[in-house]
T-cell receptor, first 111, second 112 residues
Framework: GQQVMQIPQYQHVQEGEDFTTYCNSS?????IQWYKQRPGGHPVFLIQLVKSGEVKKQKRLTFQFGEAKKNSSLHITATQTTDVGTYFC???????????FGKGTSLLVTP | NAGVMQNPRHLVRRRGQEARLRCSPM?????VYWYRQLPEEGLKFMVY????????ESGMPKERFSAEFPKEGPSILRIQQVVRGDSAAYFCASSPLEQEQYFGPGTRLTVT
């Protein structure tokens, strides 16, 4: 079945450094979604990418969807302590309804 | 506009007891999804429901687990005869159509 892989599993940066997490799917995706989960919290929707090669920005966050629609990345410029959390990518499951989540990248930012 | 509501937030059950987890979707949302999250793991899809219908339960264990979304009232995930391996965070999400999902705060189930 379709699998979504994320790397790295953990990332520890100093405040102000950049951060990138990568997501790869075993199959072509119709869209990809990104979520953030703070420690002890619940996943919060960040963005959805649909088009091949699409790039979207939200302030310091840049999201990309690969040309083949099988990979995606999230880049954070100049991290802040408020960026701490786990970032998940998710693609539609084979059924088309549910989401297949990657295992996430846990970001720790130290001041 | 209230978000997705789940209760209880924390639930402790002894092995062999039943666990009932409730989820009220956001107003106007007719699609409900249940996910399970183990520590240090991603979310695993369990079941997708619309009002009075189970659309996709491919991620739900065949035994002891059931889900419903009645015409009136919240969606309920029911786990019978719980075992230690059922200890996890259970998240409910809702969406207006098959689009981005809005998650509730989760129910942390501990089986002792």
């Amino acid at each position: 079945g379709q699998q979504v892989m994320q790397i790295p599993q953990y990332q520890h940066v100093q405040e102000g450094e950049d951060f990138t997490t990568y997501c790869n799917s075993s199959t072509t995706l119709s869209n990809i979604q990104w979520y953030k989960q703070r420690p002890g919290g619940h996943p919060v929707f960040l963005i959805q990418l649909v088009k091949s090669g699409e790039v979207k920005k939200q302030k310091r966050l840049t999201f990309q969807f690969g040309e083949a629609k099988k990979n995606s990345s999230l880049h954070i410029t100049a991290t802040q302590t408020t960026d701490v959390g786990t970032y998940f990518c998710a693609g539609p499951a084979n059924s088309g309804y549910a989401l297949n989540f990657g295992k996430g990248t846990s970001l720790l930012v130290t001041p | 506009n209230a978000g997705v509501m789940q209760n209880p937030r924390h639930l402790v059950r002894r092995r062999g007891q039943e666990a009932r987890l409730r989820c009220s979707p956001m107003k106007g949302h007719s699609h409900v999804y249940w996910y399970r999250q183990l520590p240090e793991e991603g979310l695993k899809f369990m079941v997708y429901l619309q009002k009075e219908n189970i659309i996709d339960e491919s991620g739900m264990p065949k035994e002891r687990f059931s889900a419903e979304f009645p015409k009136e009232g919240p969606s309920i995930l029911r786990i019978q005869q719980v075992v230690r391996g059922d200890s996890a965070a259970y998240f409910c999400a809702s969406s207006p159509l098959e689009q981005e999902q809005y998650f509730g705060p989760g129910t942390r189930l501990t089986v002792t």
